[in-house]
């Protein structure tokens, strides 16, 4: 599977950004889909995930309720809408491909990781 992430930009604090999660090769409805990000200096974090049908959803406690994690398999993307972003929100996102079906929060288990896509929230 070949992932490509879009839709960074350049934000202010509180406004929303729709990020997009795009497969060129293979099916996002195959695998669970996970959002990560990097900020400078630190380590790649989990930030969001679902079960292959998308019917079971995982979020990090620092975007719970800001952010919502979607799965259109017909066109073979998922969506990850941002809200009232904050400055602490600035990374660099990208999605992986979870192929072994657990550990979905772990980047460890996600094989297949797409080029990021730059989120900034200025104050």
């Known amino acids: 599977v070949q992932l490509q992430a879009s839709g960074g930009g350049l934000v202010q604090a509180g406004d929303s950004l729709l990020l997009s999660c795009s497969a060129s090769?293979?099916?996002?409805?195959?695998?669970?889909i996970g959002w990560f990000r990097q900020a400078p200096g630190k380590e790649r974090e989990f930030v969001a995930t679902?079960?292959?049908?998308?019917?079971?959803?995982y979020y990090a406690e620092s975007v719970k309720g800001r952010f919502t994690l979607s799965k259109d398999n017909a066109k073979n993307t998922v969506y990850l809408q941002m809200n009232s972003l904050k400055p602490e929100d600035t990374a660099v996102y990208s999605c992986a491909a979870n192929t072994h079906f657990y550990g979905l929060t772990s980047r460890a288990q996600y094989d297949y990781w797409g080029q990021g896509t730059q989120v900034t929230v200025s104050s």
């Open positions: 090769v293979g099916s996002v409805s195959t695998y669970p």
């Open positions: 679902s079960s292959a049908s998308g019917g079971i959803k």
